[in-house]
């Protein structure tokens, strides 16, 4: 190979090597990025939960609901699709136990517009 040659050879490996690292930095800096972004988001969204505790009573009505759902499990099989039908609906009540914290959050941010859309007038 030529004296030349081998310049440009090494020169475009040299090239290539800091392109190659600057990619890497980039790289680098976008997931730092994306990390910050991310630890932000998951930040929020703690404040958010944090906000929409379920209460110890609620807690209870939902554990006795899991209870319900045990001691009918136990019960001799009269047909196929009562447990899948029991089981859907024990889920369709504990989701209804598990909104009223989220009821609560949308009132608490809200009250004055969320309050007149109650149409029993409860506060």
């Excluded at 609620?58 to 319900?68: D, I, N, Q, S, Y």
Aim: one cysteine or more.
């Amino acid at each position: 190979m030529a004296r030349h040659d081998q310049y440009d050879a090494h020169r475009r490996e040299t090239q290539f090597a800091y392109s190659r690292e600057e990619q890497l930095e980039q790289a680098v800096d976008r997931l730092t990025q994306d990390n910050d972004a991310l630890r932000k988001a998951v930040r929020a969204l703690g404040e958010k939960l944090e906000k929409a505790q379920i209460t110890e009573q609620e807690r209870a009505v939902h554990k006795a609901l899991g209870e319900v759902w045990n001691q009918f499990s136990a019960l001799p099989v009269e047909h196929q699709q009562d447990a899948a039908e029991f089981c859907h609906h024990v889920h369709i009540l504990q989701r209804m136990v598990s909104a009223r914290a989220g009821r609560r959050q949308i009132r608490a941010a809200d009250k004055a517009e969320f309050d007149e859309g109650f149409c029993d007038g409860r506060r």
